[in-house]
């Protein structure tokens, strides 16, 4: 098997198992989510994030994102482009009741302002699963990948995921990007 059939396996099992969450354990989801979220940027004392807008399978943190923003941190959030980029807008309070969707399909704020993101105290970033040394499986698409190379290394790197998308191993090839913490509904983990 190789390293892609590997991560093709492992995707389509997240996404069986993602399915399978009942509404009512996505709301609870959501709060575990929120705490983690909220208390990791008090904690780090950070002021300027980048996060995704999930979709409906992804972590439930549209909530948290605008308790952030709420809060006067600066949460930006990227809008996919068909060239295989990120382009971002801030946040703006009260974003949650106006959003559509992307060329890509992706959701995304009707409002805010469009900005150049090159720095960040940290980035919030979907995963379909990561492992607890630091490797993260995305969806494919590697925009993520692409985006964090341009980003100052110092810049935090979290992988949000569901507990049970932490998995013992992670197939990784050259351009995968690794990240420095990860967030679940249940935990903070630091990565090892």
């Known amino acids: 098997m190789t390293v892609g059939d590997g991560k093709s396996e492992l995707r389509e099992f997240v996404r069986l198992t993602r399915a399978a969450r009942s509404a009512g354990e996505r709301d609870e989801a959501a709060a ?5 979220l909220l208390t990791l ?3 780090e004392d950070w002021h300027s994030v980048a996060a995704f807008i999930p979709t409906s399978s992804e972590p439930p943190i549209l909530d948290a994102l605008e ?5 006067g941190v600066e949460v930006s959030v990227p ?8 382009e971002w807008i801030r946040l703006e309070h009260g974003f949650v009741d106006d959003m559509t969707t992307d060329s890509m399909g992706m959701p995304i704020p009707t409002s805010g302002q ?5 720095q960040a105290d940290a980035v919030f970033v979907p995963a379909a699963a990561v492992d607890r040394a630091g490797n993260r499986l995305g969806w494919g698409k590697g925009y993520y990948d692409r985006f964090l190379k341009t980003l100052d290394p110092s810049t935090f790197v979290v992988a949000v995921v569901f507990d049970s998308d932490v998995v013992l191993d992670i197939p990784t090839e050259p351009h995968d990007v690794g990240i420095d913490v990860i967030i679940t509904e249940r935990d903070v983990y630091t990565v090892q």
């Open 32 to 36: 575990g989510f929120g705490v983690a």
């Open 41 to 43: 940027i008090a904690e």
């Open 114 to 118: 469009r900005v150049h993101l090159t």
């Open 79 to 86: 809008v996919s482009t068909p060239d295989g980029l990120l």
């Open 67 to 71: 308790a952030l923003v709420a809060k």
